[in-house]
C-alpha cells in the first residue's frame, strides 16, 4: 500500500450509558375509576395524545354544581349593584342615611368576593374534568402498563399508570480522565461540533453518530474523571435507554500526517517500524507513532508516496521479494495485500 497523507481525528475510547432527555411517570391527578386506557404498551405517543380516561361523572355533577352556584352570586351580584346605585341617588336627596347607603356598599363587595370564590370553583372543577383524559406531556415511547382498567386511582397515592420516555434525540453519557478537561473544554468551545460515535457494547457495530453536548460541572473525587453529555438523533431506536455503548470522542484532528494501515506497522526489538518496499524489494524503516487506532495509525519516518507492505509482514526479511495486490476492504476501499515470501520460495504482496 501506498503511504498517504491525511486528515487523523485523535479518538477517546470510554464506556456509556445510554439516557433518555426526558423520561416522565404518568399518574392520575384526580380520583376516580380508570376507564378506558388509550395507549398501548411499547406505542409511540405524541405530546398532547390521550392515553387513559378516568370515571369523570361526579366531577361533570361537581362543575354543573359550581356553575349553579356561581350563576346564583352573580345573580344576587345585579341586584345588589342596582339597589346600591339607587341608594346613592336617594342620598343625594338626603332621603337614605349615609349608614343605609355604607351597608348596602360593603353588600356589595361582600357579594363581589363570594361571586370570584365561586368563580375559581367553577374554573377548579374544569381544570380537574381536563384531567380525567391523562395526555401524553411529551413525545415519546409508552413502557410497561402498571395498571388495568377498573382500578381505583387515588392521586394521592401516585399511582403509576406507565413510563414514557423520549427516544428521539437521546443522549449518551460517558466519563474522561479530568487531564482531558482542558482539551474537552477547547473542543467545545470551537466552531466545529465535536463527533461522538457510540458502537455496541462488544465495541463493534455502529449504532448511531452524534455531538458532544456538554461537560459536567465537576469532577468525580473518586474515580478523577469527568462526565460528558453527547448527543445523538435518534429515529430509528437504535439507541436504547439504559443500553450500554462504547463511545470514541475526536477532541482533535492531527492535519496532513502519514497514514497507514495499523497492521503496517510492526514491532521489533529496537521500537517500531514498518517494511518499506522499493522495487519489489522490501526494506524495514523505523517510524514514529503518533497516534493509532485498531484501523490506522499516524507515524513519522516513512518517505512520502513510500509503498509499505500491509498484510504477512510475519514472513518478511530484508531484502524479500513482493508482489501488490489490489484487495477490497470490508469497507469497500482498495487496499496492497501483502503477503510474506518464505526463504523456500513464493511472493509476498504489498
Excluded at 164 to 183: N, W
Aim: charged share 20%.
Amino acid at each position: 500500500m501506498v503511504e498517504q497523507r491525511a486528515e487523523m481525528p485523535m479518538l477517546h475510547r470510554s464506556p456509556g450509558d445510554v439516557r433518555s432527555l426526558r423520561s416522565v411517570d404518568v399518574r392520575s391527578q384526580v380520583d376516580g375509576v380508570l376507564n378506558q386506557i388509550v395507549a398501548q404498551e411499547g406505542m409511540t405517543v405524541k405530546a398532547g395524545d390521550v392515553l387513559a380516561r378516568i370515571d369523570d361523572r361526579l366531577i361533570v355533577s361537581a362543575l354543573a354544581q359550581a356553575r349553579a352556584q356561581h350563576a346564583m352570586a352573580a345573580a344576587q351580584l345585579r341586584v345588589a349593584r342596582l339597589d346600591l346605585a339607587r341608594y346613592r341617588s336617594l342620598r343625594k336627596e338626603e332621603a337614605v342615611s349615609a349608614q343605609v347607603l355604607e351597608q348596602q356598599a360593603a353588600r356589595v363587595s361582600e357579594l363581589d368576593a363570594s361571586a370570584r370564590n365561586l368563580e375559581a370553583a367553577v374554573q377548579t372543577q374544569q381544570v380537574l374534568l381536563s384531567h380525567t383524559e391523562i395526555r401524553s406531556p411529551l413525545n415519546g415511547r409508552v413502557g410497561i402498563q402498571m395498571l388495568h382498567a377498573g382500578n381505583v386511582l387515588r392521586s394521592a397515592e401516585a399511582q403509576v399508570l406507565f413510563t414514557i420516555v423520549q427516544m428521539d434525540p437521546i443522549s449518551v453519557e460517558i466519563s474522561l480522565p479530568q487531564a482531558l478537561l482542558p482539551r474537552i473544554r477547547e473542543a467545545l468551545a470551537g466552531a466545529s461540533p465535536v463527533p461522538v460515535q457510540a458502537y455496541a457494547s462488544d465495541g463493534g457495530e455502529l449504532l448511531a453518530q452524534g455531538r458532544l453536548a456538554l461537560v459536567d460541572n465537576q469532577v468525580s473525587t473518586v474515580s478523577g474523571t469527568v462526565r460528558l453529555k453527547a448527543l445523538f438523533d435518534n429515529p430509528q431506536a437504535r439507541l436504547w435507554p439504559g443500553q450500554s455503548v462504547v463511545a470514541t470522542v475526536a477532541l482533535q484532528v492531527m492535519n496532513d500526517v502519514q497514514v497507514v494501515p495499523t497492521r503496517a506497522v510492526q514491532r521489533g526489538e529496537d521500537g517500531r517500524f514498518v517494511w518499506r518496499v522499493d522495487d519489489a524489494t522490501t526494506h524495514p524503516v523505523p517510524v514514529q507513532v503518533l497516534y493509532g487506532t485498531d484501523a490506522w495509525t499516524a507515524v513519522a519516518g516513512v518517505d512520502q508516496g513510500a509503498s509499505v507492505v500491509v498484510d504477512g509482514a510475519s514472513r518478511l526479511y530484508p531484502g524479500a521479494r513482493v508482489r501488490a495486490e489490489a484487495v477490497d476492504s470490508a469497507a469497500g476501499e482498495s487496499r496492497m495485500a501483502a503477503a510474506g515470501k518464505s526463504k523456500a520460495g513464493g511472493d509476498a504482496t504489498r
